[in-house]
Structure formats: C-alpha cells, structure tokens
C-alpha cells in the first residue's frame, strides 16, 4: 500500500522570490533594487530559506552570486512560476486597459461597407476592442445593447442622436433569371410571380409601394428574413426579390447575378450613425474615424479627383 508522503511547508514567497532574483541577476544588490527592499532584507530570506531547506543554496565568488547544487536543483522551477505569475498579471492589466466597444449595425453594412475598413480602426485604436452584433431591429438607447448603432432611415430621425453618414437609396433587387414585368404599368401585380423577401420588424417594402401608388397591395408570397445579406443571398440565388441598396450591390451587377428591375423607383434614405444619450469616449473615437471613412470615401469620389 502505498503511503501519501508528507511535506514541509512550502518556504514563504518573499523568500522564494529573494533567491530567485538573486540568483536570475547574480547579485544581491541587483536583487534588491529589483524588489526595492535593502541588501541585507534579501540576504536575509535566502538564509531563512537555506536553514529550512538544510542546504546552500547560493555562494558568493568574488562578490557575485553562484549557484550551489541544491539551487541550481530549485531555481527551474522557481523561474517558471515566477514567471507564470507575472503573464497572469499582465493578462489581466491588458484586460483591464482594454475598452470593449460594442457596435449594431445593419448586417449589409456591415458586410459590405464597415467590415473591409476594421484593420484600419484597430491599428489606429489598438486599446479598443470592438465587439459587432447585427442590428435587425430598431436601435434601443441601452449600454447593454451597444454603444452605438448603424442604421438605415428613410428622413433624419428627430428623437435620436444621429448624424447622417451617406446617402444609400433601398431598391428591389433580384436575379436575372426571375420573369418580372419590369414596367412600372406591370407593378405591383408582377410581384406576385415571385417571392417578396423582407424582415420582420422593418417595413420598408411598404414605404417603397406607397411610392408606388400601390400602398395597400399585398403580396401573394412572403418570406421574412431580418438579415439582409441572407435575404440578398436568397435573391442571388433566384428564390426572391429583395429590397436592397444599389450603391453596395456593384459587382453583383457588373457579375450579372443581381439585376435592378426598376431603377427609376428608388426609396430614398442614408445611413446613420446613432449614438446613446450620453457617448462614451471610446464611442467618440469610433465616431471621429467613421466620419474619417466616410469623408474619405466621398473625396476619392469627388469630380476633382478623377
């Protein structure tokens, strides 16, 4: 049978650490400017330490530190944990200074337009975590919902903090291949040969009919999907006719996968940035680079630049 062997108490941790120093520096001196305690403070946890253990653990040589077989046998190990403590509490130091930033956006947007651009945030605010969640639902002002949100209005909201980014019209899109009446005489009886994809808490396909003069038409067929970059897949696929914003949908068209069957008809809006009551400074940041994005954006597109 097998007995548990029984230990001593593990040496204190100043005393562990004294001799650690010592020996990882060769110096006593070094070893206490280290520790920022007096020579003599260190000198006196090793030799604590060498009573317990029964053996040298360091000589001295001319004044520097060597190491004895005993300590050359403990001092691995030692470094390893000492180690081991100090990235534990770097890691959380790192944790504590990083701020987490949390953004709602609409998930075309974010697909389409933000996310390509995220490399250049983070090398500009390395101390800045951010954190996306897809926005299908109106923006609630709630720090545990997001700091901020993206989203696309029809008119500059009056009941909000929002500043307008760009202009982005919502269209209906959908594949080539669909038979769809593409007069405007054929509307909005033609939508009933497809399937009218929209989300569930936005009704923008109703704001687009009413343009129409149609605004009490019902479609036959309805499938409500709340992410927009299923729903534009769906309709790159045949299965639908999605409402959708043109301005991000250029190599769709230009690959023949989407098409515009009325491009006369569109639903103006833009997207804007909505920010809580009281932003936070990390907002702030993201909101002084998104305006840089845009203002970018619009100057690499601008007449005198071509």
């Known amino acids: 049978m097998n007995k548990t062997k029984k230990y001593a108490p593990v040496p204190s941790i100043n005393a562990l650490r004294s001799f650690e120093t010592t020996a990882r520096l060769g110096s006593v001196t070094k070893a206490a400017k280290e520790l920022c305690v007096t020579p003599s403070a260190v000198s006196h946890q090793i030799r604590k330490l060498e009573e317990g253990f029964g053996h040298s653990l360091i000589d001295y040589i001319d004044g520097k530190a060597a190491l004895t077989e005993w300590g050359a046998a403990l001092l691995p190990g030692l470094i390893d944990g000492f180690l081991r403590i100090r990235d534990a509490v770097h890691q959380l130091q790192d944790r504590h200074q990083t ?23 983070w090398e500009t605010h390395p101390g800045i975590a951010l954190r996306m969640r897809y926005l299908t639902q109106k923006f609630e002002d709630s720090s545990d919902t997001a700091d901020a949100s993206i989203e696309w209005y029809a008119e500059h909201p009056h009941d909000a903090n929002c500043i307008q980014l760009f202009p982005a019209a919502l269209a209906p899109v959908c594949s080539p291949l669909l038979n769809i009446d593409q007069t405007v005489k054929g509307l909005p009886e033609s939508l009933n040969n497809v399937v009218v994809l929209r989300e569930t808490h936005q009704d923008y396909w109703r704001d687009w009919l009413k343009q129409m003069h149609a605004p009490d038409f019902r479609p036959e067929r309805t499938a409500f999907l709340d992410d927009g970059s299923i729903r534009l897949n769906a309709a790159i696929a045949g299965k639908g006719i999605d409402l959708s914003v043109p301005c991000f949908l250029e190599q769709e068209f230009a690959n023949k996968l989407l098409v515009e069957p009325f491009p006369d008809t569109r639903l103006e809006g833009g997207y804007y940035l909505v920010l809580s009551r009281n932003p936070s400074s990390k907002a702030a940041a993201f909101q002084a680079w998104l305006l840089g994005e845009v203002a970018s954006d619009q100057t690499k597109l601008s007449p005198s630049t071509k």
């Open 99 to 121: 701020q987490t930033l949390t953004i709602a956006a609409r998930p075309l947007f974010a697909s389409k337009w933000l996310s390509p651009r995220l490399d250049r945030f």
